[in-house]
């Protein structure tokens, strides 16, 4: 049989239960803050990427899924969604109209890496943006609705990690300052050794051992903030202090895309490696110009849905709280009853299955118990004489007859009672 691509992975029932709750709740927290949901193509120019998240990256140049089409454009499954975001908005005049403009969207990204352990080649992201704003307030807001939905999604120990990447101008000072002591360092990585001429930036968040090594002694960005960006970066951190969010600052943090400005962040919690954050993400005021549109100063923020869903508690997630019914028809003529029954309780919002195989009552029951079925309603040929189903409550085992048309209310009161008693 034909099997899936490497990487790329199948979710199942019953974990897609937990993954539609974080949705749910992670949709429900964005409309707390002003987010609506934005959808967007999977594939975009090849363009987009390179030029946004930037040519030296390891996402642009080793892991990104291009190819040509059918008129021979490259055409690439999009990395990560910022860019796509940020390209959707200005083409379709979002933008317009002044004030701040906050969007969101959840879907997969595609990245060539290795897989392991949380990590596949195509993996969920849960994405809020906001843009046409570049106060610090909105920086403080943004880090506030990520730990909100990550707090409501019950994901206990947590640590934010923050630090200031300075305007083009401070980096600019700070690529030369880094620059000058990369060229004098032996030992460092072949892509490193390329980057500190082309991109001295991207040496910092290089996954070589012996790279970070060296980078101990490197300068930091935070020594070569101009006056504006070292304000908004404490006035970030003051809001943060003022809403009782406990942050480290982390002066050497960086993030493997070019574009970010200012404040950048991660969310790291135990359980997984050291370098997999479960969020993370900034501001790029700098991105609308690069990508030729309008100045457009935002930022946002990206959950690793793989990841998160790896460190919550199995146990207090995607309880399953449907309340389910089986029918269980024993010969041709009650498996007609059966039919009529079947979509009667789904009238009435009741979820209901059954079995069409006519197999045998210990078969049918044990499907039922399978599926998770709360109450059981068995039809034979005594049944139908009688014009009453029995009734059977799975998880006492108590069963009793019940006349046929009297069925669905019977149900739901069961249901209601059932339901009401496990939420005590
Ligand atoms: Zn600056
Ligand atoms: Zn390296």
Not at 128 to 140: I, T, Y
Not at 396 to 413: G, L, R, S
Request: net charge neutral.
């Amino acid at each position: 049989m034909i099997k899936a691509i490497r990487g790329m992975r199948d979710l199942l029932p019953p974990e897609t239960a937990r993954w539609q709750w974080v949705e749910q709740v992670a949709r429900e927290v964005f409309a707390l803050y002003g987010y609506r949901e934005i959808r967007l193509p999977l594939l975009e120019r090849t363009e987009l990427f390179a030029r946004s998240i930037g040519a030296d990256t390891d996402i642009v140049s080793k892991e990104m899924y291009s190819f040509p089409d059918r008129k021979g454009e490259s055409l690439t499954l999009r990395p990560e969604a910022t860019a796509s975001v940020l390209r959707a908005v200005v083409e379709n005049g979002l933008d317009k109209g002044g004030g701040v403009k906050k969007l969101y969207t959840l879907g997969p990204m595609f990245r060539y890496e290795r897989p392991q352990k949380g990590r596949y080649r195509q993996f969920y992201q849960i994405n809020g943006e906001a843009f046409g704003v570049d106060a610090p307030e909105l920086d403080a807001e943004v880090i506030l609705l990520l730990l909100d939905i990550l707090q409501r999604l019950q994901l206990g120990e947590m640590r934010l990690l923050i630090n200031s990447l300075g305007c083009p101008e401070c980096q600019v000072k700070f690529k030369a300052a880094l620059g000058l002591f990369l060229i004098s360092r032996e030992g460092l990585c072949e892509d490193c050794q390329r980057r500190r001429t082309t991109n001295a930036l991207r040496v910092l968040d290089c996954k070589s051992v012996h790279c970070k090594e060296i980078l101990k002694d490197a300068p930091v960005i935070r020594d070569y903030l101009c006056a504006d960006c070292a304000a908004h970066f404490a006035r970030v951190l003051e809001l943060l202090r003022r809403f009782g969010v406990a942050y480290e600052d982390q002066p050497r943090l960086v993030r493997g895309l070019d574009y970010y400005t200012r404040t950048a962040f991660e969310v790291v919690a135990p359980g997984l490696g050291a370098q997999d954050a479960v969020a993370g993400g900034g501001r790029y005021d700098g991105l609308s110009q690069q990508l030729g549109g309008p100045a457009l100063p935002g930022l946002g923020f990206a959950i690793g849905q793989d990841r998160l869903l790896e460190v919550l508690p199995r146990e207090l997630l995607g309880r399953d709280r449907e309340y389910k019914v089986f029918l269980v028809a024993l010969g041709e003529a009650a498996k007609e009853k059966c039919l009529n029954l079947l979509q009667k309780l789904r009238e009435n919002n009741l979820a209901t299955e059954m079995d069409f195989g006519n197999r045998s009552l210990k078969a049918q029951i044990s499907q039922a118990d399978r599926l998770g079925a709360a109450c059981v309603i068995i039809i034979g040929e005594m049944e139908l004489k009688d014009g009453k189903a029995q009734i059977r409550e799975m998880a006492t085992a108590y069963q009793q007859p019940v006349p046929f048309n009297e069925v669905p209310d019977h149900v739901k009161w069961l249901k209601d009672k059932t339901l009401a008693e496990t939420n005590v």
